[in-house]
């Protein structure tokens, strides 16, 4: 299943896996380079996915990326976290089951290894993510899977208000 918000924007070349939920107000952008998005894949309210000539973005598998996050990079591992806010720039290459601090911002080229946690401004590697990080991860992807079944089942229609707007 996918859950597209009405709101989001998905333009130029971009590959959808199944599982994936854009929420409201995202824009994933592959009209410089391709974008992928793997199985299960959650941006959040206000994210925004786009990449540099000639680059392609590479989201892998179980990657859930927090509100009104940037990423320009070129991949981010599987079942990674990118907390709120965060910024990961023009060639970013995250690995898998890392923590991606709120707020963070990774500067260009940043190569961040398997299962560490990065924070702060600029973004630094400050230790490894633990088996308890790791799964709660794993955790949020499963609520959001289970959210976008229900948003797309219509649980929560939009609010209509009295004369028929919004």
Not at 58 to 67: A, F, K, M, R, S
Not at 82 to 98: M, N, Q, R, S, Y
Request: glycine share 14%; proline share 7%; hydrophobic share 45%.
């Amino acid at each position: 299943m996918l859950f597209l918000a009405h709101t989001a924007v998905v333009t130029g070349n971009v590959t959808i896996a199944t599982g994936v939920n854009i929420w409201y107000g995202c824009v994933v952008r592959g009209d410089v380079a391709p974008v992928y998005l793997g199985t299960n894949v959650n941006l959040q309210d206000g994210v925004i996915v786009h990449c540099d000539y000639g680059f392609p973005q590479v989201i892998e598998p179980g990657v859930v990326v927090g509100h009104a996050a940037v990423l320009h990079g070129v991949r981010v591992g599987a079942d990674t976290l990118v907390g709120i806010g965060a910024k990961l720039l023009t060639g970013t290459d995250v690995g898998p089951e890392c923590v991606i601090a709120a707020g963070a911002v990774l500067p260009p080229g940043l190569v961040v290894p398997p299962r560490s946690v990065v924070m702060g401004v600029p973004g630094r590697v400050v230790r490894a993510a633990t088996a308890e990080e790791v799964a709660r991860t794993r955790t949020l992807s499963a609520r959001y899977q289970e959210m976008a079944r229900r948003y797309a089942a219509g649980e929560f229609p939009p609010l209509t208000l009295p004369g028929g707007s919004r």
